[in-house]
């Protein structure tokens, strides 16, 4: 019997939004289940493209080495988001490895299974164009901020995009919700530990993050908005 709460999952996914009852109960039919540690890997940079996963819980982090052995983290992945898109486009091979951050469950399908769901449902092949869309229109994003913005801006539009991704509102105000360290938002905004570092430590004196161990919090939401517009003094 299908689990109602696995099709409400589906159902809130990007990948499965708008689809009918039938096109979730057959893509439940065709899914299987995994379950990560911290730090496990779930798809490694390399890898050849045969499953993807829905995250359900938990959060995935997604890293690209470069030839030179360099990490870069690229994303991060919460409920309803998808991992192994890479078999959406057909490409041979994963471009980036997912690790989880914490305890995390998936729902995941082969990459023949997903084909044959997305074959008779065109809602779900939409939304897996979509899905290509907003990462390519991310990825484009990233870019842009590398080639043409200064470091605090940069930094400012990461802590911003995951406290729209994963903040939850506290006494004190928005927290990033899974541990993240400032070696981690060095990697996403393109920059060393040390800028970092310095850069949080005079947002944290005035009053617009606070940090401590592989945690963050966005206290003046309004002010890290200005700097990543280029309008803080």
């Known amino acids: 019997m299908v689990q109602q709460p696995d099709l409400g999952i589906l159902e809130r996914s990007e990948l499965y939004h708008g689809a009918s009852i039938a096109a979730l109960t057959e893509a439940h039919a065709s899914s299987f289940r995994k ?3 911290v730090d496990e890997v779930l798809l490694r940079q390399g890898d050849a493209a045969g499953t993807i996963y829905i995250v359900v819980v938990g959060r995935l982090r997604v890293t690209q080495t470069t ?3 360099q990490q870069v983290i690229m994303r991060y992945l919460g409920p309803g988001e998808l991992a192994g898109y890479a ?8 471009p980036g490895t997912a690790t989880a951050v914490d305890d995390t469950h998936l729902l995941g399908w082969t990459a023949a299974a997903f084909r044959e769901v997305m074959a008779r449902h065109p809602v779900i092949a939409m939304n897996a164009l979509n899905v290509l869309g907003v990462r390519y229109r991310d990825m484009q994003i990233r870019l842009r901020e590398l080639s043409t913005e200064k470091v605090e801006r940069r930094l400012a539009h990461t802590m911003l995009r995951l406290a729209a991704q994963a903040g939850r509102r506290t006494a004190h105000g928005i927290e990033i919700a899974f541990p993240l360290s400032r070696q981690d938002l060095a990697e996403m905004a393109g920059t060393t530990l040390h800028t970092v570092s310095r850069t949080l430590s005079g947002w944290e004196e005035q009053g617009i993050v606070d940090s401590g161990r592989r945690r963050v919090i966005v206290r003046n939401q309004q002010k890290l908005s200005e700097i990543a517009d280029g309008a803080h003094a």
């Open 35 to 37: 379950r990560l540690a």
């Open 87 to 94: 078999v959406l486009s057909g490409a041979d091979v994963h």
């Open 67 to 69: 030839n030179e052995g």
